[in-house]
């Protein structure tokens, strides 16, 4: 006899900034990420020194970060990533800034911000995450033995 994990499922209301819906395993760190130097745009590899993601790629993922830092290379960046197939899925995030709202834009994904709970408490890197950009939702499973 085989033991189902159980599903446990979250949701979470929030403002679409990027309609759209996509759907992956999340990848969560709570430090900004620098796209100008920060990451590696033809892979989605997070290349910024001291950064607690160092090595990982964003590929296809949903991405649940704070926002972004840096100049306004960010956005460049990131429509790079798109070019080259190496973007994330989705993002979630709780800051918005000028360079967040234009990476999420030129990149053309689901993206969404001022969730009714902290994104950052919830979601943890391996859960699958649902975004929908158009609804302001995030639908989180969680699996536990």
Do not use: C
Request: aromatic share 4%.
């Amino acid at each position: 006899m085989s033991v189902q994990p159980s599903v446990n499922k979250i949701i979470l209301h929030g403002r679409g900034v990027t309609g759209g819906i996509a759907e992956g395993e999340a990848l969560v760190t709570r430090q900004t990420i620098s796209g100008w130097g920060g990451i590696n745009p033809m892979t989605g590899t997070v290349i910024e020194s001291r950064h607690e993601l160092r090595g990982q790629s964003f590929k296809d993922k949903i991405l649940v970060f704070p926002g972004a830092k840096g100049s306004s290379g960010w956005s460049a960046m990131f429509h790079l990533t798109r070019l080259t197939k190496s973007a994330p899925a989705a993002m979630v995030f709780n800051t918005m800034t000028a360079k967040i709202a234009l990476g999420a834009v030129v990149m053309r994904i689901p993206s969404v911000i001022d969730l009714d709970q902290d994104p950052l408490g919830i979601i943890e890197t391996g859960d699958w995450v649902r975004v929908d950009g158009d609804a302001g939702t995030v639908e989180i499973t969680k699996r536990s033995a």
